[in-house]
């Protein structure tokens, strides 16, 4: 079965870089999550979108801003990043607002030096 | 707001050892429960879940009864392996439904 892919698997960018991190969701899934996983920490919520528009805001810094695209894939861009931006971003997708499909995808891996 | 507490870790046991970690959750209402696992390296996997009270949840040999009345969610296995060594999470939607909230995290190791 297709799963939620994103790219690139691993990042590496220097600090007061830019970022691009994508997310392709399950097809037909139109709601989209972003978390930010840091060294040995739980994940956070970052932000959501369902059907394009934003459905909820979380611990996302101003730096970062988000997008759902009209084929429901979606962008996390980062920018003038900090040391402290390293973690792994998980995106995860559902049908639905509802929680009770919530399938992540394997992450992307950003290291910032 | 909605909130998940479960036990430290590392939980570190024998290969065919019997497994808890707790869960306690605070929430209005009824909400979902789930447990995921992260293996070294990968992403997160949903587990099991349970959507109302005294649903029981399984998958791999692992149960989770939602028990409203202690507000728990402790995860179980009789008989670990080498291959369960993971961090779990426990975790339950946010006061919006568009996020999931998730414990600390428990990272199992069992050795042979």
């Known amino acids: 079965a297709a799963g939620v892919i994103q790219s690139p698997r691993h990042l590496i960018k220097e600090k007061r870089e830019t970022a691009t991190l994508k997310c392709y969701p399950i097809p037909r899934h139109d709601t989209v999550y972003w978390y930010q996983q840091g060294p040995g920490q739980d994940p956070q919520f970052l932000i959501s979108?369902?059907?394009?528009?934003?459905?909820d805001k979380g611990s996302i810094p101003d730096r970062f801003s988000a997008q759902q695209f009209s084929d429901y894939h979606s962008e996390l861009n980062m920018s003038s990043l900090e040391l402290g931006d390293s973690a792994l971003y998980f995106c995860?997708?559902?049908?639905?607002?509802?929680?009770?499909?919530?399938?992540f995808g394997s992450g992307t891996r950003l290291t910032v030096v | 707001g909605n909130s998940v507490t479960q036990m430290e870790g590392p939980v570190t046991l024998s290969e065919e050892a019997f497994l808890t970690i707790n869960c306690t959750y605070t929430a209005t209402g009824y909400p979902s429960l789930f447990w995921y696992v992260q293996y070294p390296g990968e992403g997160l996997q949903l587990l099991l879940k349970?959507?109302?009270?005294?649903d029981k949840g399984s998958n791999k040999g692992f149960e989770a009864t939602y028990r409203k009345e202690t507000t728990s969610f402790h995860l179980e296995k009789g008989s670990v392996q080498v291959s369960d060594s993971a961090v779990y999470f426990c975790a339950l939607p946010g006061d919006s439904s568009y996020k999931l909230i998730f414990g600390s995290g428990t990272r199992l190791l069992v050795r042979p």
């Open positions: 995860a997708s559902s049908l639905g607002v509802s929680p009770y499909g919530y399938t």
């Open positions: 349970a959507t109302k009270a005294d």
């Open positions: 979108f369902y059907e394009k528009m934003q459905s």
